[in-house]
């Protein structure tokens, strides 16, 4: 199962209480759900509306279980931006 790292950001990062942490998981949709496992308090609800990059790529609308992660891989989550 490829490992990686996933980096919280703003909202994301105080919900999950760390900027960054591992992951093991082939999909983006096995990463996350570890992830909301191991902070089961407010991150579940900030990851709903986050958008994603995988290895600085745009996930978008594709479903998380399409999206394949790579060994060594970082994955962006990315909490809506106020301002511009």
Not at 5 to 29: F, M, N, Q, V
């Amino acid at each position: 199962m490829p490992a990686g790292t996933i980096r919280y950001w703003a909202a994301a990062k105080a919900a999950a209480g760390t900027a960054e942490e591992p992951y093991d998981g082939a999909t983006l949709a096995e990463a996350l759900d570890a992830a909301r496992e191991r902070h089961p308090g407010e991150l579940p609800q900030v990851l709903r509306r986050c958008s994603f990059l995988v290895d600085g790529d745009p996930v978008g609308t594709r479903g998380h279980e399409t999206v394949r992660l790579a060994e060594g891989g970082t994955v962006e989550v990315l909490p809506p931006f106020a301002g511009g």
